[in-house]
């Protein structure tokens, strides 16, 4: 309860302006990542029309250019985001956690991760967003009065990559949810005032600026699929939790050790790996006639509200595309591409067995893939039911996410926790 003290208190004014400030400053971070990235995509596409082997020049040259960069100028800003927000807050993160949060590593980030976009890349913007926060008000935190303590710095870090969840996606109560199941292990942390501020802040501000819009429009589904859960739901949960398992493994392996000629390769020459697998993304694009660019967000879409029917190969397609992306070495997302491989596998389930509607197919089919690769099945089900608007789903959408990481359990290891435990041996 705030006394008659902390009204008066200047220091403590100083903190709540900082931080409010901090906040604004990440909705805004993440409104301008957004814009940028829809930009990237739109550039690529139409030079695509025009010209069609566009990608397979822009794709490994561009990925090798990357990835040099990243490595000469912007080390951290490899991959995710997420596993550097995690490691950043240990209390052992050392030299390479202050690294993590240097403002010219998230700068790289963004811009890198749009070029990417416009060479082609599998790539999500929301994890590099969760960094970019994190960075934001780690910044600020430095003038607050309490600033410099070890418990304040990591609650700062909490509170930024949170807020970047939230103003990523549009969706606040998965900010908070977030934070609770990925990005900390204290409860007292994770349940501050401080996350919650920062992450009502951010999303007003994205809010403000594009509008309270649901990530994924509004699809439509019926009262009855709403509530109904059907045998296909459950096969369709576990599809999604042993190849979201599957992915995420994939995922740990190729990046943690990578074996034989291949690892040597991309130990001796990570720029020309980078280009390769550029050439690898390009035929994938090539193959799907475009479908695996990009962010992945138009694909499912078009399933969730356009009633699209992509073709079966999009999934595959889109989880090879987005698994060469990071691979690579160069800043790329996973939430965005995952949610989008999901909604593929759930479409293919729904027409395979010939069902009326693939939409809700499509709505829990994001909801277990995400929650097989990241393990975190209530963030899982509350990004999506925000994002979808689904609010009558709930309970097919948690019973999809539960099924999912059970299984994925079974498979992998947590991924983003893998990721950032890497660092501990740099």
Not at 107 to 121: D, E, F, H, P, T
Not at 344 to 356: N, P, T, Y
Request: a positive charge.
């Amino acid at each position: 309860m705030m006394t008659y003290q902390d009204l008066l208190s200047t220091e403590r004014w100083k903190t709540r302006l900082l931080m409010w400030l901090g906040a604004c400053a990440v909705g805004l971070a993440a409104v301008g990542f957004a814009k940028i990235a829809d930009a990237a995509q739109i550039a690529l596409r139409r030079m695509t029309a025009t010209f069609a082997p566009t990608p397979w020049l822009l794709a490994p040259i561009g990925f090798f250019a990357i990835a040099w960069l990243t490595r000469r100028f912007f080390r951290g800003a490899e991959g995710s985001g997420i596993p550097q927000t995690i490691f950043a807050q240990r209390p052992d993160a050392g030299a390479i956690g202050q690294l993590f949060l240097k403002p010219r590593v998230v700068v790289g980030r963004v811009v890198l991760a749009g070029i990417g976009l416009l060479c082609g890349g599998s790539i999500g913007r929301e994890g590099p967003t969760v960094h970019v926060g994190a960075v934001i008000i780690h910044s600020l935190s430095r003038w607050m009065p309490h600033g410099r303590s070890e418990a304040y710095r990591r609650s700062m870090i909490l509170a930024g990559g949170a807020a970047g969840v939230a103003a990523a996606f549009n969706t606040p109560l998965a900010g908070i949810v977030f934070a609770i199941e990925e990005l900390s292990k204290s409860f007292e942390e994770r349940a501050s005032g401080t996350t919650l501020t920062a992450v009502i802040l951010a999303g007003v501000v994205a809010i403000a600026l594009l509008g309270d819009y649901s990530y994924f429009g509004q699809p439509v589904v019926s009262a009855a699929q709403a509530q109904t859960i059907t045998l296909t739901t459950l096969l369709l949960a576990v599809l999604c939790g042993l190849l979201g398992g599957g992915a995420s493994r994939a995922t740990l392996l190729t990046t943690l050790r990578l074996p034989g000629a291949v690892g040597r390769f991309r130990r001796e020459h990570p720029a020309l790996f980078a280009g390769v697998c550029g050439l690898g993304v390009a035929a994938l694009g090539t193959w799907t006639g475009g479908l695996t660019y990009g962010t992945g967000y138009d694909e499912a879409r078009s399933i969730l509200v356009g009633n699209a029917h992509l073709p079966w190969m999009y999934a595959p397609a889109r989880a090879l595309a987005t698994l060469l992306s990071y691979l690579s070495g160069i800043p790329a997302g996973l939430l965005a591409p995952s949610l989008s491989v999901g909604a593929g596998l759930g479409q293919f389930v729904a027409d395979r067995l010939h069902e009326a509607s693939a939409v809700p197919f499509a709505i829990l089919g994001m909801c277990g893939f995400l929650a097989g690769i990241t393990q975190a099945p209530i963030t899982s089900f509350v990004i999506v039911m925000e994002m979808t608007s689904e609010h009558a789903m709930v309970l097919p959408l948690m019973l999809s996410a539960a099924i999912a990481t059970a299984l994925s359990r079974l498979i992998s290891p947590p991924l983003y926790q893998s990721l950032a435990d890497r660092y501990t041996a740099i």
